[in-house]
Structures are given as C-alpha cells and as structure tokens.
T-cell receptor, first 115, second 113 residues
Framework: QQQVKQSPQSLIVQKGGISIINCAYE??????FPWYQQFPGKGPALLIA?????SEKKEGRFTISFNKSAKQFSLHIMDSQPGDSATYFC??????????????FGKGTLLTVNP | SAVISQKPSRDICQRGTSLTIQCQVD?????MFWYRQQPGQSLTLIAT?????????ESGFVIDKFPISRPNLTFSTLTVSNMSPEDSSIYLC??????????FGPGTRLLVL
C-alpha cells in the first residue's frame, strides 16, 4: 500500500516557468510533510517542510501548499532555473515525542528545467 | 545542520559476500535510520537504529540480512549480508536532529555481481 502518491513522474519546464509537483497521502495521522531535493550521486537534501496547521509556507522561490481536507500537498518552484533540475521527493511522517521519524516517501519527480 | 559521512562511497562486490557500511555524524543524535534506494526509485526505510537498543526493522527487512550496530550517539554500521544482485542499491543513512528535520548522508552505491 503506497501511503504517499506523487505526480508527475517527470516534468519538463522552461527557464523562468513554474514547476508544480503534487502529493497525496492516505494516513490522517501524518503531521509533518517535507520535500527533499536530490541531485545525481548525492543524498536527499531537505528543501522545505510544512505542518498541517498552516495552508502555505514559502521559502524563497519554493512554496508548499497544503490542503488538509483533501489530504494533498504540493511544491511550487517559481522562476525555475536549470540548477533546479533534480529529483524531488515528497514525504510524510508522524511526530513522536517531539521528533519526527520514519519518513514515508513518494516515488519522486524528475524535474528538468531547460535553459 | 548535521553533517553525515558514509564509507565506502561505492563498492562492487561478489555475490555471497558481505559489506559493512559506516555512517558517521558530526554531532550526537538519538535516532539514526538506514534507507535503501534502488536505481531510479524512491527511498525505503530498512530500520531505525537507536543507541543502546536493538534496531527496529521495517516489514520485509530482517536482522540476519541487514545487521545494524549503533555503538554510540555519532556512529552506526549497516551490513548487507550474503549479497545477491538484487541488493544492488544506494544505501543511505539519515539522522533526526530532534528539530523536525532528517538529514541524509551522501549514500553508498553498491553493485553486486
């Protein structure tokens, strides 16, 4: 059972455009939703994260939108740059004792930003 | 943020052998995790390793195949035992800094022939 569904599998965007990646989850106990960016040959790096008490979080060109009732969240990359070309993973976890653990990952989206 | 290193960065091994992967963190952390990422795929949690206790394995992963050690708060090892070509993957360790963030190491790329 896939608990976090991510789409699209791949995405091609022109430089300066908006990249949008969507995720949906099934477990209503999830309360922490991070996005990771992974470049080839590297480990995933935390990009931005959100908790369900807010509907949107913005950090620079990256924005997470969260819809608790629909159990969906999305990553928006504004003014996409060729350097943003990477694989993006959404994830979800449940808090325990103040720290998050056992991340469940989506299958990933390969983003290509053309110059 | 925690800085994580892994050794080896990559290896090519023969089937039937075992490989031990090391994970070193630059600060003391309570929770460490081991993930597997098969080529072009997502990350799957193998086990959670807490210092002073036995590792907790996820469904589909067993201690005999993936024994884990956690001797202190900055170090852990994962052994991939009796390897087969299906074990060819990237193995990643991560740590929870108790501030809502998991940091990942660079990964160990394993090819089993």
């Amino acid at each position: 059972q896939q608990q976090v569904k991510q789409s699209p599998q791949s995405l091609i965007v022109q430089k300066g455009g908006i990249s949008i990646i969507n995720c949906a989850y099934e477990n209503t106990a999830f309360d922490y939703f991070p996005w990771y960016q992974q470049f080839p040959g590297k480990g995933p790096a935390l990009l931005i994260a959100i908790r369900p008490d807010v509907s949107e979080k913005k950090e620079g060109r990256f924005t997470i939108s969260f819809n608790k009732s629909a159990k969906q969240f999305s990553l928006h990359i504004m003014d996409s740059q060729p350097g943003d070309s990477a694989t993006y993973f959404c994830a979800a976890s449940m808090s325990s004792g103040g720290s998050n653990y056992k991340l469940t990952f989506g299958k990933g989206t390969l983003l290509t930003v053309n110059p | 943020s925690a800085v994580i290193s892994q050794k080896p960065s990559r290896d090519i091994c023969q089937r039937g052998t075992s490989l031990t992967i090391q994970c070193q963190v630059d600060s003391q952390v309570t929770m460490m995790f081991w993930y597997r990422q098969q080529p072009g795929q997502s990350l799957t949690l193998i086990a959670t390793a807490n210092q002073g206790s036995e590792a907790t394995y996820e469904s589909g992963f067993v201690i005999d195949k993936f024994p884990i050690s956690r001797p202190n708060l900055t170090f852990s090892t994962l052994t991939v035992s009796n390897m087969s070509p299906e074990d060819s993957s990237i193995y990643l360790c991560s740590v929870d800094d108790s501030k809502e963030t998991q940091y990942f190491g660079p990964g160990t790329r394993l090819l089993v022939l």
